[in-house]
Structures are given as structure tokens and as C-alpha cells.
């Protein structure tokens, strides 16, 4: 077919893109950014008359969120258009879509009816609580499911309330988990001959991200609080005050513990017999945090975050956004990528992926697509005749 990869890593793939959003885009920029065959499929401008989910076309969270694939219109509203996508299903390898769980069915292309035509057919879903159950049919919201998943309880200062976190890390978690399973998937059908379902959900994904906060419920039956800035277990770690702001300090461990102490110039407060454990530092944390800024106000953060380094203690700074992308690790990591949208958007930036591949490297190759740019050109590739696709325009169903 005639997509231009951004990878040649799994340029052999076609992808079918029904995701709206942040979740399934999130899974499915992963498998673009890699270099498979993506093709967005959308309404018709002229159908799509509410509010535009996952925010304006040209915003810079749509266009970082959909960069690298193509675009076509199609109602699947229609019978029309179902047997168009029909058609379209029975030559790819991959479906991803986020509807509720119920849509798929009302339209009758869910994994049962499309793998008759395609058995190798890998057909993946995003929900908001699972795809059974009985909270299948509630609708999904990134901050239902971090409250409802734990974190918010755990995020926070003590006794100032729940506390999302800054970033959708349901979405982008379940993003990220079910991307990963399509890609399990791939590869087992490499053995087997034979496609799958794949399914996760908002919940499930902030569920599994609780990581040692579950652990310690579900074996010790131990329900973590809100620590703020200080780490649960690890103590002295989080946020101490400097003369000129604020650090991140992580000294967890004896060792590491007592070089902290040398290297602020408080040896007394290695051997003092509040902190000499990890468990006596942990319970008098509050104290210890004190008792360590007494001496870390008196030099910048600067000072502190090259000191400690150089002694073997994690430090850093607490960043703001215009300062983490000039900051000259991340500007060595070249994590910013530039492409030319060709039209009034002019340069477009967005977040390049966090992991190098040496021999077949993502990059950008294909700005994020206007509604409906490649529909002609996708519906050819897929064997699609001029006539077809003069009459399906006519018809409103690309």
C-alpha cells in the first residue's frame, strides 16, 4: 500500500483506527510512530456536527496525538459505510477503537463478525471499566477512574483531600497496555495463523499502574495514605527547600543515607538515634525532613543538585514546562521533533518517542492528517474502483 512508514519496523501491518480522544490514540500513535499503516477513520465533516472530542483539530494536543498516520471519512452510520469498513477489515491486521462496548455490536463490526472474513484479525479495545460487567455501560473519564482506581487516595498532602494527578494517566496508561497487546498479539499470530481480541479499560490500566500501593493491600492488607511529596517507604525522599527553591532528593538506603549527611555537612544527623534505621527515619520523617533543611537553605538549588550527584545521592530540580524542554539532557535526547504541516498550521512540534530502536528508528514522516485527506488514495489502495469511490462520495458516505 501506498503509506510512507515512519519506521520499517512494523511497516508491514495496517492499522484501522476508530479511536476518538486520548486513550486509543494514545495506543495507536505507538503502533504509527513504529511505522505501521494507519488509517483514521472519521464521519464526514458534514455528520459530525457536536463539539469535536479530544479538542480543536489544529491544537497542539490533537495534532501530538495523531501525527504519522492517514485520513478517511466514512459513515458508519450507514449500511453503505459498514460495508465499506467491511471491506477495508477483511485486508488489515489490526482494529482499534474506544466506543462503549455496546457500539461495536450496534454496528455489527466487532471481533465475531469481522474475523469470519479475516482470522488473522488482531481487534483491540479501550473501555472505561471493562468490556462486561456491571459497570460496562458507564461512560469513562480519565479522573472517574483515577478516583475510582486508588490513586487520587494516595495523592495529595495529608488531610487536604483527594488529588488527581497532573497528566490523564488512565488514558495514557491504558493507551500504552493495550498497544502493548497488540503488539503480543502480532507476534503470536506469527506462530498460530490466528488473531484475537484484545481488551483493556481506564480502570484496569490505573489499577495494574497502583504497582507497590496494591501490593501492600492485597498481601498485608495495608491501605496506603496521601505522603505528599515524600516517597511511602523510602525515607528521606521528596522536596526540600534550598535558598533560591525547591529539590527533589532520593536517599533511600543506609549508604546512601549516611552521604547525604556528610555531604550537607550533617554527619550528627547519621548517628542521631531518631534516624539511625530506615524504619526510625520513616516515623519521625517529618522531624528529619526539618532537620535537613536547616542545612539545605543556606545554597541554591543549583549547588545542591551538582553536589549531591557528585556524591552518589539523587538530586534534581523541580522543573517547570519551559524549563524541562531547555534543559541540555533533554535537548541531547532530541525528544522534540519539527514537521512541516504544508499548509496554514506551518511547522508543527511534537513529543518524539522515548525509545531508540538502532537499526529501524521512529521519526516523523506524515504531519497529522486533515479530516478525510487520503480518502480517494486509501479507498484505491484497498482495491476500490473510480466509480466506487466517485459513487460512495456522491452518496455521503466518505
Not at 16 to 41: E, F
Not at 231 to 242: A, D, N, R
Not at 341 to 362: A, E, H
Amino acid at each position: 500500500m501506498s503509506h510512507k512508514p515512519a519506521s520499517s519496523a512494523l511497516a508491514r501491518f495496517t492499522v484501522l483506527d476508530l479511536t476518538r480522544v486520548r486513550s486509543g490514540p494514545t495506543c495507536v500513535r505507538q503502533l504509527a510512530d513504529w511505522g505501521a499503516n494507519v488509517i483514521k477513520i472519521e464521519l464526514p465533516e458534514a455528520l459530525d456536527t457536536g463539539d469535536p472530542m479530544g479538542g480543536a483539530r489544529h491544537g497542539s494536543d490533537f495534532q501530538n496525538l495523531h501525527r504519522n498516520k492517514r485520513a478517511l471519512t466514512l459513515n458508519l452510520k450507514s449500511p453503505q459505510g459498514v460495508a465499506v469498513f467491511k471491506r477495508l477489515a477483511a485486508q488489515a491486521d489490526v482494529i482499534v477503537e474506544n466506543f462503549r462496548p455496546d457500539v461495536k455490536d450496534r454496528l455489527g463490526i466487532n471481533y465475531a463478525a469481522l474475523k469470519k472474513a479475516n482470522p488473522g484479525l488482531i481487534f483491540a479495545s479501550i473501555s472505561g471499566f471493562g468490556a462486561d460487567g456491571p459497570y460496562r455501560d458507564r461512560p469513562g473519564f480519565d479522573q472517574i477512574a483515577q478516583g475510582m482506581g486508588g490513586l487520587m487516595s494516595i495523592t495529595g498532602e495529608p488531610g487536604r483531600g483527594p488529588m488527581r494527578v497532573g497528566i490523564p494517566i488512565a488514558d495514557l496508561s491504558a493507551g500504552l497496555f493495550c498497544a502493548m497487546g497488540i503488539l503480543v498479539a502480532l507476534l503470536e499470530r506469527e506462530k498460530s495463523g490466528k488473531g484475537q481480541e484484545v481488551e483493556t479499560s481506564l480502570l484496569a490500566a490505573q489499577i495494574f499502574m497502583l504497582d507497590f500501593q496494591g501490593a501492600r493491600w492485597i498481601n498485608e492488607g495495608e491501605v496506603p495514605k496521601q505522603a505528599g511529596n515524600n516517597h511511602p517507604t523510602s525515607i528521606p525522599t521528596g522536596v526540600f527547600k534550598t535558598r533560591d527553591g525547591h529539590i527533589n532528593i532520593a536517599a533511600s538506603g543506609q549508604s546512601m543515607w549516611e552521604r547525604l549527611c556528610q555531604t550537607i555537612g550533617a554527619p550528627k544527623l547519621a548517628v542521631a538515634d531518631a534516624y539511625k534505621s530506615a524504619k526510625l527515619r520513616s516515623a519521625n520523617r517529618d522531624a528529619l525532613n526539618a532537620d535537613l533543611e536547616v542545612h539545605l537553605v543556606k545554597k541554591t538549588s543549583a549547588h545542591w543538585v551538582e553536589t549531591l550527584n557528585a556524591a552518589g545521592v539523587p538530586a534534581g530540580p523541580i522543573n517547570t514546562m519551559d524549563q524541562v524542554f531547555s534543559d541540555p539532557q533533554v535537548q541531547h535526547l532530541e525528544l522534540v521533533d519539527t514537521i512541516d504541516s504544508k499548509d496554514s498550521r506551518g511547522m508543527v512540534k511534537l513529543v518524539r518517542q522515548p525509545v531508540r530502536l538502532s537499526r529501524t528508528p521512529s521519526k516523523t514522516v506524515l504531519p497529522p492528517p486533515e479530516r478525510g485527506q487520503h480518502s480517494a488514495k486509501i479507498l484505491k489502495d484497498f482495491g476500490f474502483t473510480g466509480d466506487e469511490i466517485k459513487a460512495l462520495r456522491a452518496g455521503g458516505v466518505v
